[in-house]
């Protein structure tokens, strides 16, 4: 049931959020612009369809969260919560991300640009998020699967209680969280890392980073290690 | 989960719009805290003192307490009416036109005492308060407001915020404080009287404490990271500007956007969206724990 035309552009403004929504909800194949964001909450969520969405400035809370299989640019920062419980596709946000960015998501890609403050990625289950600027605290808390992959620096407790994500930082780590340590950049890493960085479209070197991941010594309740957790 | 606005003007230009901006970004965080709001506004200092104060009755003799105040303070007092408002203005020490209000008057809540401040809040939704205390129609040079979703103390008049921190100086608050009760046993003791079971009232009363203890603003604000325990993104209106700063953990939102023209701060940017000239903005998230403050003063 495809109902709107591709190429539309939608004004959120002058249309109803729901309705923007519901546009692009029952798209089937397309590029739609949306402009007008104003810092609305949850634009451009629950896609299922290969469409493509530009949204022209700044989002509010959960924009393109549970995306799957869509192309989803945001021209502009994003608030709380972007592409959380993304499955696939792609999200990607041109200036700068608040809190909690791809938390919960499954798979797909979510590139910011600019920087993202705390908790980026938190309990991520196999997303690959990408950061051009710094990333905040606790970012990577709780973190099961997937790759986070920052340019610059990163807040403190990177990947506290972090299960078996994959975190490369090119810049400085304030401090590391509990169970998670830095590790051996070997070949498959490098070559990963590489992959990644050019579907972001960042201009870096694999070579400049270094890998962080899971101790594993929390997995199961020990009465020695009380203190951490 | 409530809503904060500030809005702070580099220019004179803007002046005759402060108040229809500020109710602009209040209505936009109405959904953050739609039980009650308030504002506070700053502008006009001409030497004169103004006490901001409230009815707690609705049928306060406000002529009545304009003469008593004039033999109390021996120089010329006027009020203003505005609903269950009133603003007392003289020549006249206003910290003894406060004080005097608050032994004998009882059914009369000081809001806030200054040269500058004039300080309004009401029960209901954001935009019918703004409306019925004429909220666009002031001028200044910069404003705090509020939109409260109450989640610790109950929904009324003097639980709205902004709560005041002493001459011309307010906060506003989204959050909620763990210790305020033992807090404010605290502060008892050192001398801040308390009208609400407010946690935030609290928090105004603590930064109150540490300025009349000779700490500038920006001291009092870094006592207040260290001594209270919870949630909170404060802004804190002064004379001369405002303020922001959030926990160090950093669980409440917070935005800030800057041009030529103005310093504006939001709980979320759609509070901000709308401001003219706000696709030039510099715009960006607060940090946790670091404090952040604009002022006119040289």
């Given at each position: ?5 591709a190429n539309s552009e939608l004004d959120?403004v002058a249309l109803d959020r729901r ?211 | ?298």
């Amino acid at each position: 049931m495809t109902t709107t035309l591709a190429n539309s552009e939608l004004d959120v403004v002058a249309l109803d959020r729901r309705a923007v929504n519901r546009t692009l909800q029952q798209a089937e194949r397309g590029d739609f612009t949306v402009i007008n964001p104003c810092g609305t909450h949850a634009l451009a969520c629950g896609l299922m369809n290969p469409i493509g969405v530009t949204i022209k400035g700044h989002t509010g809370y959960y924009c393109a969260g549970m995306n799957q299989r869509a192309t989803i640019t945001i021209e502009g920062n994003a608030g709380t919560g972007v592409a959380e419980n993304m499955m696939s596709g792609t999200v990607r946000v041109t200036g700068d991300a608040s809190q909690s960015a791809g938390a919960t998501g499954h798979g797909g890609l979510l590139v910011i640009e600019g920087n993202t403050s705390a908790r980026c990625g938190i309990s991520m289950k196999g997303i690959d998020i990408v950061v051009g600027g710094n990333i905040g605290h606790m970012s990577a808390f709780m973190a099961q699967a997937g790759r986070l992959v920052v340019l610059g620096d990163a807040g403190d407790d990177l990947g506290d209680s972090i299960y078996e994500a994959r975190l490369y930082v090119r810049g400085k780590v304030a401090s590391l969280g509990a169970d998670c340590i830095e590790k051996e950049m070997r070949d498959e890493h490098r070559a990963e890392l590489a992959d990644l960085l050019e579907r972001a479209r960042m201009d870096a070197s694999p070579d400049q980073f270094r890998r962080y991941g899971s101790a594993r010594q929390l997995y199961h309740f020990h009465i020695d290690n009380i203190g951490a957790y | 989960m409530c809503g904060i606005v500030g809005l702070y003007l580099k220019t004179p230009d803007l002046e005759p719009e402060l108040g229809r901006l500020t109710a602009l970004m209040l209505h936009e965080m109405s959904s953050r805290g739609p039980d009650s709001a308030g504002f506070a506004i700053y502008g006009g200092a001409n030497g004169v003192s103004k006490i901001s104060t409230l009815s707690r009755t609705g049928e306060t003799n406000w002529k009545h307490l304009e003469h008593e105040l004039e033999h109390v303070l021996g120089t010329d007092v006027q009020v203003e009416t505005l609903s269950d408002h009133a603003i007392f203005s003289t020549t006249g020490d206003g910290q003894t036109a406060r004080n005097w209000l608050i032994e004998n008057a009882p059914d009369v809540s000081v809001l806030a005492v200054g040269s500058s401040i004039e300080l309004f809040k009401g029960v209901g939704d954001p935009d019918a308060v703004s409306e019925r205390l004429g909220l666009a129609g002031r001028t200044g040079t910069h404003a705090v407001a509020h939109t409260r979703m109450a989640t610790e103390s109950a929904v009324t008049t003097e639980g709205s915020h902004p709560f005041s921190t002493g001459a011309d100086t307010c906060l506003v608050h989204n959050g909620s404080l763990s210790n305020h009760n033992r807090l404010r046993e605290v502060l008892r003791k050192r001398g801040e009287t308390f009208q609400t079971e407010n946690d935030s009232e609290v928090a105004a009363g603590y930064l109150a404490w540490r300025m009349r203890e000779g700490d500038s603003i920006d001291r009092a604000i870094e006592g207040a990271l260290r001594d209270f325990d919870g949630f909170y993104t404060f802004a804190i209106g002064t004379k001369e500007g405002f303020a922001v700063v959030r926990d160090p953990i950093a669980c409440k939102p917070a935005i800030i956007a800057e041009t030529d023209q103005w310093v504006a701060m939001s709980s979320e940017f759609r509070a901000i969206a709308k401001l003219p000239g706000v696709e030039h903005a510099e715009i960006w998230e607060p940090e946790p724990g670091r404090i952040y403050s604009w002022s006119h003063a040289a």
